[in-house]
């Protein structure tokens, strides 16, 4: 490895290290969390996910969300052994609201003020980029100690395509966000794009009835593929395109992305379609 190569490696290494401070207030910088732009999902990470959602603790991720003591004991999930219990913090607040590769962080820190009263996640693959949007969080946070800002805010490094199940029980979201996913352009890639028939019914398992999933992307043979995939799925229904442009979500989605901002910057095309999570049928 070369000698300049090493030396931002190494000042890279120390900027996120010292913004590890947990009273840091200052944002951190893009240019020290680089990471190439895309990670195999098929791969094996080193990922940590729990074997179901009533193990999963919540607690480090939003800590003034988690419950009074005196809740402790009624709020237990009793599928749990006592030493499972004992060692998980239960919350007032499930979360609700999960962005889906969430790059860094943008639609994460614009929803939250817009969603006070909600539990927000951000699911991304890759490491330094999980790492920035955690920096930028508490950065945000330490900025804001008296309004509770960004507290209902958080961000997991998480492979989606192998756990979403893992993290939410059946009906626990309400909006889930596919914003500019990679399109994988060649043929023998499209298995690993993010939209598929098998997990659009992960996704119709975790979203609640009347709830809808927003999907992004300034590819126009992807927003294809994603319209066909969930229009073919019984679970889902689209919203129709009239009156989208007014609806808030949509519009942050649209604007307050990186890639939405950068995509405007470059005057592209932003196509968009949202598709309402269904009833059950009923069992016969």
Known sequence: MSAPSSNKRQKREEYRKAHKDEGLSELPKKKFYRQRAHANPFSDHQLSYPVSPAQMDWSPYYPAFVAPNENLS???DHHLTNTE????RPMVKDVRVADIGCGFGGLLVALGPRLPDELLLGLEIRTQVTEFVQDRIKALRNQNPDTGLYQNIACLRANTMKFLPNFFKKHQ????FLCFPDPHFKA?????????TTLNSEY????????????ITDVKDLHSWMVQHFDAH???????????????????MRMETEEGKKVERNQGDKFIACFRRLEDPPWP
């Open 204 to 215: 119709a398992y975790v979203m609640k009835p009347g709830g809808i999933v927003y999907t």
């Open 234 to 252: 019984p679970s889902f229904g689209r919203v129709p395109e009239q009156g989208l442009e007014n609806e808030e979500f949509v519009h942050v």
């Open 173 to 176: 979201l309400t909006k889930i």
């Open 188 to 196: 023998r890639k499209h298995k690993a794009r993010i939209i598929s």
């Open 74 to 76: 009624e709020s237990h």
């Open 85 to 88: 219990a004992s060692n998980l």
